[in-house]
């Protein structure tokens, strides 16, 4: 991000407003004149905030959405997992899900967007998954060398499409926390 002169609450209204455009009109559509009007900025300020649409909405996705295992330490694998499921809503993870599948559509196309996605989003949440499962190893739950470990989020990402894709529903968090007991936790051992 460019020197920044937002405030932190205008800041929190312009991503807002780029993640309400993202729903009405895809990634593809927007613009960034579109987000300048929306939020009574020039573009010359949005580019100094941000390189551009991607990094924009890439960030936008990370300022609503905390990296949900960060802090989370209950003294079990399954009750770390079980309260990361547990801080979200039904209703943000119908919305999030919505708007993601959108965006895996647009990645294809767009390398950038794929590049920042990955920093803003995947890494930190893969980051912090891995700090759970290293304590799980830590504290004797799981055999370091598990060959499961590597395909937890693979598994958890897996859990996030295949619903919508197979059931035509999204995910909730009655699913995922089965999903947990039943997929994730037994293919770990747990």
Excluded: C
Excluded at 9 to 34: F, I, K, N, Q, S
Excluded at 66 to 84: K, N, S
Excluded at 95 to 104: E, H, I, K, N, P
């Amino acid at each position: 991000m460019g020197r920044s002169r937002l405030t932190p609450e205008r800041e929190a209204e312009l991503y807002a407003a780029v993640l309400d455009l993202l729903r009405e009109v895809g990634y593809d559509a927007l613009t960034m004149d579109a987000v300048a009007a929306r939020t009574r900025s020039s573009k010359a300020t949005l580019y100094r905030q941000w390189q551009g649409k991607p990094e924009l909405v890439a960030r936008a996705l990370r300022h609503r959405k905390p990296v949900r295992a960060a802090g989370i330490d209950t003294g079990t694998l399954r009750g770390d997992l079980h309260e990361m499921v547990a801080r979200d809503d039904d209703r943000r993870m119908e919305r999030d899900s919505a708007l993601m599948r959108g965006l895996v559509r647009a990645v294809h196309d767009n390398p950038d967007l794929h590049r920042a996605l990955r920093e803003q989003l995947i890494e930190p949440e893969v980051t912090g998954l891995d700090a759970m499962l290293r304590r799980a190893v830590d504290r004797g739950e799981l055999a370091a060398d598990h060959p499961a470990l590597t395909y937890v989020p693979h598994m958890l990402v897996g859990a996030l499409a295949a619903r919508q894709l197979i059931e035509g529903r999204p995910v909730d968090r009655a699913f995922l926390t089965g999903y947990l007991d039943a997929v994730v936790l037994p293919a770990l051992g747990v």
